[in-house]
T-cell receptor
Framework: DQQVKQNSPSLSVQEGRISILNCDYT??????FLWYKKYPAEGPTFLIS?????DKNEDGRFTVFLNKSAKHLSLHIVPSQPGDSAVYFC???????????FGQGTELSVKP | SAVISQKPSRDICQRGTSLTIQCQVD?????MFWYRQQPGQSLTLIAT?????????ESGFVIDKFPISRPNLTFSTLTVSNMSPEDSSIYLC??????????????FGPGTRLTVL
């Protein structure tokens, strides 16, 4: 049973435009959500996180939105850059610092 | 964050053999985890490495197949035992830092790419 789902396996965006990556979850007990970026042959790199008590967190070009009633979160990247091209994973945890349950990943391609 | 290293970075092994993967962190951590990413799949937690005691395994993973050690706060090993081609994956360790700007975020090592023939 997939508790964290990223339904779009890939996304293509023009440089300078907004990239929106989506993630849905089924377990309302999740308390903490994170986004990671992964390049081939490297480990995932932490991007941004959000606690369930918030609905938005912003860090530079990256903003994460959380809609608890819909059990949905999204990552916005503005403006998108070619260096952002990678696989993006959302992850959920029952508590901060606890084990992570990952989505399947979305491969973002930002074209010049 | 912290510098997390894994050894080896990659290996090609014969079925029936075992491989031990090391994870070393340059600062003290509270939690250490081991994940697996099978080809084309997402990351799946294998176990939580507990310092000085037996690891806590997730459903579908057992100690006989994936023995884990964590003798101190900065080092852990994962052994993949009696390997079969289905064990071909990227194995990643992750840590939660004891001190620093973010003490509740997991940081990942570079991974160990294992191919079993």
């Amino acid at each position: 049973d997939q508790q964290v789902k990223q339904n779009s396996p890939s996304l293509s965006v023009q440089e300078g435009r907004i990239s929106i990556l989506n993630c849905d979850y089924t377990n309302s007990m999740f308390d903490y959500f994170l986004w990671y970026k992964k390049y081939p042959a490297e480990g995932p790199t932490f991007l941004i996180s959000i606690s369930s008590i918030k609905d938005k967190n912003e860090d530079g070009r990256f903003t994460v939105f959380l809609n608890k009633s819909a059990k949905h979160l999204s990552l916005h990247i503005v403006p998108s850059q070619p260096g952002d091209s990678a696989v993006y994973f959302c992850a959920a945890a029952y508590n901060q610092g606890g084990k992570l349950i990952f989505g399947q990943g979305t491969e973002l391609s930002v074209k010049p | 964050s912290a510098v997390i290293s894994q050894k080896p970075s990659r290996d090609i092994c014969q079925r029936g053999t075992s491989l031990t993967i090391q994870c070393q962190v340059d600062s003290q951590v509270t939690m250490m985890f081991w994940y697996r990413q099978q080809p084309g799949q997402s990351l799946t937690l294998i176990a939580t490495a507990n310092q000085g005691s037996e690891a806590t395994y997730e459903s579908g993973f057992v100690i006989d197949k994936f023995p884990i050690s964590r003798p101190n706060l900065t080092f852990s090993t994962l052994t993949v035992s009696n390997m079969s081609p289905e064990d071909s994956s990227i194995y990643l360790c992750s840590v939660v830092l004891l001190k620093g700007a973010s003490t509740d975020t997991q940081y990942f090592g570079p991974g160990t790419r294992l191919t079993v023939l």
